[in-house]
């Protein structure tokens, strides 16, 4: 229970030592690359470097595993939901239109509208890694600082961090006073009806909001006592120090976005990389 | 003394917008560079009131009308603001947890000197300086979820030190310490005011953990007035502390007890300064020989038993290492130990909020491994530290009544079985008022009544006395004992060692998991062993047996109780 969310692990790996603007940005630039390119070549480029780089930061199959789950389940939903709601979104794209399978009506399978899901599943598939590593290899102290540097306004910033300073602390006050009110009584089964449930979740909501009051309470005295707001602009004590390894880490992905870039202007001329023609 | 007042108060009184009354009345005080002051008071007395005074809180964060003067470094606070004044009063909040604003130690250190944008290379030179100071420099890249109580204090004092403030103002310390902890904290403060001639206020209402060191001045405030303003041998040996409420220290209570007077010339204000004539210590003797010993029934059947359980929450991290021990049915006990130590964990089994790896649990003779959280519940009640995490329904009547309800009792029979229990709590003609308009001592005999209503044989209480003043500590005891009077088994979680003493006859030491004592309140707190592998302190009844050159000490504590218990309910 003691790391709970974010558990950032302290590990020795090159992504690791980055800092966590290095990090931030790099997670953007890339995101940006592979948002803006529909090429599948690009984007599996893009989609093994992610995966190199999971792999190099050491982080294990277990850690992510939630993760996984919940963006694959995503995203087969959404390949799901792109070709009912637009089966010939592929042909619109690319211009022709070869069918593999006919079903009713207007969802026909076409090796088009295949071919985009694809690429988009692939998108995704490559940039969600790369949050990840955002995630699980920066100090969230060092989250707060990052987000501060990016332009975001220190107390946002701050709040954000704080946010998760706090999380563990009313995910415990949450286990407590549901505990207790299960004691009580409370039925914590879903075969509750609804009415019940609303009831419930009252319950144990109203004494966290309480005591989340109060840690609020005693957090902002003792900010203001130590000057916080003060001047427009504050400085980080955990604030990482760029060194060579950043500048590496962020010529490689400026490197891939212009890639990216050019890939689009001199060769597919426009975003999408079309083999049908 | 010639030296202009550090502080300065002039016939100043402060009033809470929200207040219909004045919290401070007529407040004059001056205290000067150097000194080490405690302000001492019961709930209410506005001893925190004035804390905030000093370091700008007020009337900067919350808002009052302010009437007089009160200056500092010669400058009237409330033409400043709350940051200028943070440059010269650095406050420590009673509630290291709650403040600890970074993600790890040297964070939380550098914390104002980020607000005052100093460069990353001086913080952390800084940082390590001052870290040095409070003895936490190996912790510094340490999350606060790793860090002990105390740890997290010396954070905190770091955190306030580095601004080179001039006067260090504690707001209650000692409330979420450990005994042995919070001896250590009285130490820490006597240290840096050795050290850097800063002047130092202490706010607190244990007066005899405050006076483990020296102190140049008690202020002792009461309805919002000061009502004494002296040294604490010339306090000691006055009536203020009976008249206002004020625990005193237990050593002068057993002289008390022996018919000796206190006068200031017997230096009472610290037991290592306690000068007793061979007079004194030959009435202090004639009286333990007096005292009849109370004779201590252990035939009764057993409620509960904990066989051989052990625990983990995490595979490989074992909390509990096979806990074995017995409740007696009718008894009030009290389970100590260190924060962490496993004492919240057996309750959690018992209830069966957590589920035990090895081992099993009996009620009444019974193993209830197959019994849900709601069976429990009706067999063994537990009440939390904190009554605002139980609360959950607007109205005294509905908290009360919510158990019955959610177990389909009839309207009838849930009015009659609330109305009794809230009279057995002393809450009979508030029936009908909403919660929030209680008083925090109320609002936890609303969360024990609501545990009673299901007529549990035991109750489990976490810290029932945190945070209370001797008053409030008194009537929840004692409530709780008119509980136990009634038949129903007290288990009381604790590292209150006045509890310990006062109420629990028996007390169950747990220490890393392993049940390492369970014995008589005065055996355990007169085992030096004991005493310092649980984070307890030895009392200062024993320091005085020894003083009066008695033998057998733990026979003296136990005389104490006894003669305690037979005075208060003769």
């Known amino acids: ?277 | 003394m010639k030296t202009e007042p550090i502080i300065a108060f002039k016939d100043f009184s402060f009033q809470y917008f929200s207040q219909s009354e004045p919290t401070l009345h007529d407040i004059n005080l001056e205290i000067y560079p150097g000194e080490k002051i405690m302000i001492a008071g019961p709930s209410g007395s506005g001893k925190s009131t004035l804390g905030h005074c000093l370091n700008g809180l007020i009337p900067f964060s919350y808002k009052g009308e302010i009437k007089g003067s009160l200056k500092i470094n010669g400058q009237e606070t409330k033409d400043q603001d709350i940051f200028r004044l943070s440059k010269i009063i650095g406050t420590v909040l009673q509630d290291a947890d709650g403040q600890f604003v970074g993600l790890s130690v040297g964070e939380d250190i550098a914390f104002s000197m980020e607000n005052d944008r100093v460069p990353q290379e001086e913080m952390k030179e800084r940082v390590l300086k001052v870290s040095k100071m409070v003895d936490m420099d190996r912790w510094l890249t340490s999350s606060p979820y790793e860090l002990s109580g105390g740890q997290k204090q010396r954070t905190e004092l770091a955190g306030v030190m580095i601004d080179d403030v001039d006067v260090l103002l504690f707001d209650e310390p000692l409330a979420n310490l450990d005994p042995a902890t919070g001896k250590q904290a009285i130490e820490i403060i006597h240290d840096i005011h050795e050290e850097s001639h800063k002047t130092i206020i202490i706010i607190e209402h244990r007066l005899e953990d405050v006076l483990h060191r020296e102190i140049d001045r008690i202020i002792i405030l009461n309805d919002g007035r000061i009502i004494a303003d002296m040294n604490p041998h010339e306090l000691i040996s006055s009536n203020i502390l009976s008249e206002t409420g004020i625990r005193e220290p237990l050593y002068v209570t057993a002289l008390k007890y022996s018919g000796i007077s206190i006068s200031a010339k017997m230096y009472p204000g610290h037991i290592e300064t306690l000068n007793m004539s061979d007079s004194m210590k030959s009435a202090l003797v004639e009286w333990y020989k007096s005292v009849e010993f109370d004779n201590h029934d252990t035939s009764r059947s057993r409620v509960i038993e904990i066989d051989d359980v052990s625990f983990s929450y995490e595979k490989g991290k074992e909390v509990l290492h096979s806990a074995t021990f017995q409740i007696t049915e009718g008894e009030m006990l009290s389970l100590v130990g260190r924060n962490g130590a496993g004492k919240s964990t057996i309750a959690k089994l018992m209830c069966g909020f957590e589920k035990e790896n090895k081992g099993r649990i009996f009620y009444k003779g019974e193993d209830i491994a197959d019994k849900s959280i709601k069976e429990r519940a009706e067999r063994i009640g537990y009440v939390m530290q904190n009554p605002n995490q139980m609360l959950s329904q607007p109205m005294i009547f509905d908290e009360v009544a919510l158990g019955l309800k959610l177990r389909q009792i009839p309207e009838e029979e849930i009015e009659k079985r609330v109305k009794k229990v809230l009279i057995i709590c002393g809450l009979a003609p508030f029936i009908k008022w909403p919660v929030a308009a209680l008083s925090y001592g109320q609002k936890k005999r609303v969360t024990i009544a609501s545990i009673l209503i299901l007529n549990p044989k035991i109750i489990i209480l976490d810290e029932p006395t945190a945070g209370q003043d001797y008053k409030h500590y008194t009537e929840i005891m004692e409530f709780l004992r008119k509980i136990n009077a009634l038949g129903v088994t007290v288990l009381l979680i604790t590292h209150d060692m006045h509890l310990m003493l006062e109420y629990t006859p028996r007390s169950v030491v747990i220490t890393d998991g392993d049940i390492i004592c369970d014995e008589a309140a005065s055996v355990v707190l007169t085992s030096p062993d004991i005493i310092d592998r649980a984070n307890l302190r030895e009392t200062s009844l024993y320091t005085l047996a020894q003083i009066s050159g008695i033998e057998d000490e733990t026979a003296f504590v136990q005389c104490f109780i006894d003669y305690e218990r037979q005075v208060k309910h003769k």
């Open chain 1, 1 to 277: 229970m003691r790391t709970g969310f974010f558990a950032a692990q302290k590990l020795d790996t090159p992504i690791h030592k980055l800092s966590g603007i290095t990090k931030l940005l790099c997670f953007l630039i890339l995101t940006g690359a592979v948002m803006f390119s529909y090429d599948l070549r690009v984007i599996l480029c893009v989609m093994v470097f992610s995966f190199i780089v999971l792999r190099i930061s050491k982080i294990t199959f277990s850690q992510i595993k939630l993760m996984v789950i919940y963006v694959v389940v995503f995203l087969a939903v959404n390949a799901l939901l792109t070709f009912l709601f637009s089966p010939a979104y592929g042909t619109e794209i690319y211009g022709t239109r070869h069918v593999i399978l006919e079903l009713f009506g207007k969802y026909d399978i076409t090796t088009e509208t295949l071919f985009f899901i694809i690429t988009k599943f692939t998108k995704y598939l490559s940039v969600i890694p790369l949050g990840m590593i955002f995630l699980l290899t920066t100090d969230p102290s060092e989250l707060a600082s990052s987000l501060n540097a990016i332009g975001v306004h220190y107390k946002i910033a701050f709040s954000f961090s704080l946010t998760l300073r706090y999380f563990p602390d009313i995910q415990r006050d949450y286990r407590d006073i549901s505990q207790s009110q299960q004691a009580r009584g409370l039925e914590m089964s879903n075969k509750a009806k609804i009415w019940d449930r609303f009831k419930r979740a009252l319950s144990i909501i109203l004494p966290l909001i309480l005591s989340t009051l109060d840690r609020i309470e005693t957090i902002t005295n003792a900010m203001d006592l130590r000057g916080f707001g003060k001047y427009k602009k504050r400085t980080w004590y955990s604030k990482r120090k760029m060194d060579r390894g950043d500048a590496v880490a962020l010529l490689i992905s400026v490197v891939l976005l212009l890639g990216t870039l050019i890939v689009s202007v001199f060769i597919n001329h426009g975003r999408f990389y079309n083999p049908f023609i």
